[in-house]
């Protein structure tokens, strides 16, 4: 069984920075896939930014340039910094990993940590 634990979450003035980082437990070497998503309320969860086991990075549009997403496949922990956060940031983060394992893959998600950026 994957889990996911989120830490880093926080309150912060807008322009400050927060990292973010989540651990996955009970996945061994077969992630494929780590990343962040982020939910508002009364909005659908979006894509921040993943990261693939090589190092291989994609983020959304709003975030590129201020958030970097990185990996520790030692540990199976991914980081997010985020820099020149804004109060549209604010939002519950979700970790998120994919999981392959005999042909199948297998999405876990973590319980969030919420980010509140104040104008």
């Known amino acids: 069984q994957v889990q996911l634990v989120e830490s880093g979450g926080g309150v912060v003035q807008a322009g400050a920075s927060l990292r973010l980082s989540c651990k996955a437990s009970g996945a061994g070497a077969s992630i494929d896939t780590m990343g962040w998503y982020r939910q508002k309320p009364g909005m659908q969860r979006e894509l921040v930014a993943t990261?693939?086991?090589?190092?291989?990075?994609n983020y959304d549009n709003d975030v590129w340039g201020r958030f970097r997403i990185s990996i520790d496949n030692g540990r199976n922990t991914i980081y997010l910094q985020m820099n020149s956060l804004k109060p549209d940031d604010s939002a519950t983060y979700l970790c998120?990993?994919?999981?392959?394992?005999?042909?199948?893959?297998?999405?876990?998600w973590g319980q969030g940590t919420q980010v509140t950026v104040s104008s």
């Open positions: 990261i693939t086991r090589s190092g291989a990075t």
């Open positions: 998120y990993t994919r999981r392959l394992s005999s042909g199948n893959q297998y999405d876990y």
